[in-house]
């Protein structure tokens, strides 16, 4: 290579003027960003408008080239936008393909734009701009799943199956029970992608490489064009810090937890052995050797992703564990975890949708399930207690009754006052007449029980706060 070209490598870095020779492209290779962050470009793009604006009215620089470089920028996104922009591997990593871009568009001016800002506190802002829209992206996926449920849960008030614990059948629920139960844990994982806007209230830029500028930036005309409440107020925490990322990640991770206990359930449910639930064809697949075969593999793929949403927070948490302050090249290792965790939330999310919105309930088998008398026992237990009977006691008598059914293949409903009273002398006339289904779901009457009128207010509570969140959404979108 001749030093005329070791001087002018093939494509110019935006940081060549210490080095004199080329990077060696596996380097450029390996060190590239712009496969992924290109992901970015419209977040740094703003970024740059916000900037070149406020150097222009602090006077940092000339008005009439803050006016080229914007120009220059915009027709940069709209060709973005439109697919024709061409990435660059040698130039790294998004910022400088827009930076270079741009100087190829307006020439000398575009030198300009990079003025008392770094790639550090840029990609910073970069990152705060899209995890607050991922976060929104997510509450919005998070919102229609909810309305499936509790649609679906207001369709089966009146439909009942076993609850389970330790997958043993436990006490008789209505499905709108069981349903609300994973809406409201959609509603705190919502709550969670909400509580990331108040981390994500000050701007990064003018942060810097680490320690701020000499020049005279105006940091809250930048944060207010973006947005923000105000600027960040340490540069070297804004340049290091990824923790705002990783509680995207974590909020994610839990979601797709909740999305995973849900799609396992409906596996076992569609199962012949359950057969609680058919999905729909347009949710289901076969089998390509065994015809009678319908297969829950959008289910099963959700349950398959949650590994990999967990695994993307961990990634980042090991990334950023062990780094001195503070910007270290590392912490580009943030971005692929993030972009992939909010697009498989997505997907999950709207595939789930479907899933539920499209199922299949087989009410009778569910019934059927729950007619199992051995769910009443709890109930026979709390009749001792009202008697006055101490409740351990209660326990070990019913447990006895149990015993003896099991061991007499009888029901425990075909028991007589009398039979039930050699158990215990305090079971009081009627005892015998109170197990039933209806009785056990009705006079769990207490506030988030399963009697329905408790069922019907909570989802009227359901409904109403769904109403607000995408008031909240609607309001934060226009
Ligand atoms: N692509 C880099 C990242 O994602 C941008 C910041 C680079 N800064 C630097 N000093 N090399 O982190």
């Known amino acids: 290579m001749s030093t005329e070209e070791r001087r002018n490598p093939p494509a110019a870095k935006l940081w060549g003027g210490r080095f004199s020779e080329a990077t060696d492209p596996t380097v450029e290779r390996f060190s590239a960003s712009i496969a992924f962050d290109q992901a970015l470009a419209r977040y740094d793009l703003r970024g740059s408008v916000a900037h070149a604006r406020m150097l222009g009215d602090t006077g940092i620089i000339p008005s009439g080239d803050v006016d080229t470089i914007v120009a220059g920028l915009e027709e940069i996104g709209r060709d973005i936008e439109a697919g024709t922009f061409d990435f660059d591997p040698a130039l790294e990593d998004i910022h400088m393909n827009v930076e270079a871009r741009l100087t190829q568009r307006i020439g000398a001016v575009a030198g300009r734009l990079h003025t008392g800002r770094s790639r550090n506190d840029q990609v910073a802002t970069d ?20 309305g499936v449920l509790i649609e679906r849960a207001q369709e089966h008030v009146g439909t009942v199956l076993p609850g389970y614990t330790h997958l043993q059948r436990a006490q008789p629920v209505r499905l709108a029970h069981h349903w609300h139960a994973y809406e409201q844990m959609l509603t705190r994982d919502a709550g969670r992608f909400t509580d990331l ?43 290091a810090s990824r923790d705002a990322a990783l509680e995207f990640l974590s909020a994610a991770a839990i979601c797709m937890i909740h999305l995973s206990r849900m799609a396992e359930e409906l596996v076992m449910w569609s199962s012949s052995e359950f057969g609680f639930v058919e999905l729909a064809d347009a949710y289901s697949t076969g089998s390509s050797l065994m015809p009678q075969k319908k297969n829950p593999d959008v289910p099963e ?15 980042l948490l090991m990334s950023v564990k062990g780094l001195p302050l503070t910007y270290n090249r590392d912490l580009q290792e943030d971005k692929e975890p993030i972009f992939d965790s909010a697009r498989t939330l997505g997907d999950c999310l709207e595939v789930m949708a479907g899933s539920l919105a499209t199922l299949r309930v087989n009410v009778e088998r569910m019934g059927e399930a729950a007619q199992d008398p051995m769910l009443l026992a709890t109930d026979l237990a709390e009749a001792l207690v009202r008697e006055g009977v101490p409740f351990r006691e209660a326990h070990e008598a019913v447990g006895r009754i149990v015993a003896h059914c099991v061991e007499k293949d009888i029901d425990l409903r075909s028991l007589s006052h009398a039979d039930l009273q050699a158990f215990s002398p305090a079971f009081p006339a009627g005892a015998d007449q109170l197990l039933s289904l209806e009785r056990a779901l009705e006079e769990r009457s207490l506030p988030g029980g399963t009697a329905r009128a408790r069922v019907e207010e909570a989802l009227a509570v359901a409904t109403d706060t769904l109403a607000s969140e995408r008031a909240a959404l609607a309001a934060e979108n226009s």
């Open 127 to 146: 990152l705060a701009l899209y995890l607050r829209d991922a976060a929104r992206a997510a509450r919005r996926g998070i919102a229609t799943l909810r």
């Open 197 to 239: 806007d108040a981390r994500l209230s000050l701007c990064p830029l003018g942060a810097g490489a680490i320690a701020g500028s000499t020049l005279p930036l105006d940091r809250d005309q930048t944060a207010a064009a973006l947005g923000f409440d105000g600027p960040t107020t340490n540069s070297m925490d804004t340049v």
């Open 301 to 315: 793929i959700v349950r398959g992703k949650s590994g990999r949403v967990v695994g993307n927070l961990v990634s």
